[in-house]
């Protein structure tokens, strides 16, 4: 399985971003899919996932400000960030998990500045 990354950027405190990430390649059943971020020499940590069932779950951070969603026939999840802060300034990830194995794409570059 590839994942696809893609809508990082460059956006002033208060504003929007939204990320894609579609996953490719011998898919059989992905089961949830997710994004992560790691900040330059820390661990990297959840941000949101979402199970095929549309089963939600987000870190405290970013409740009320972030939203995961799935397109399971495209096999893609996005990742709607509002109201962003510097402090969401980091590289995000995405990443999936079929059959307990665990993917991941690219990081792509979220930068929130003035």
């Known amino acids: 399985v590839q994942l696809q990354a893609s809508g990082g950027g460059l956006v002033q405190p208060g504003g929007s971003l939204r990320l894609s990430c579609a996953a490719s390649g011998s898919i059989r059943s992905i089961n949830a899919m997710g994004w992560y971020r790691q900040a330059p020499g820390k661990q990297r940590w959840l941000v949101a996932s979402?199970?095929?069932?549309?089963?939600?779950n987000y870190a405290d951070s970013v409740k009320g400000r972030f939203t995961i969603s799935r397109d399971n026939a495209k096999n893609t999840v996005y990742l709607e960030m509002n109201s962003l802060k510097p402090e969401d300034t980091t590289v995000y990830y995405c990443?999936?998990?079929?059959?307990?194995?665990?993917?991941w794409g690219q990081g792509t570059l979220v930068t929130v500045s003035s």
């Open positions: 979402i199970t095929s069932g549309g089963i939600t």
């Open positions: 990443w999936c998990s079929e059959y307990s194995r665990d993917y």
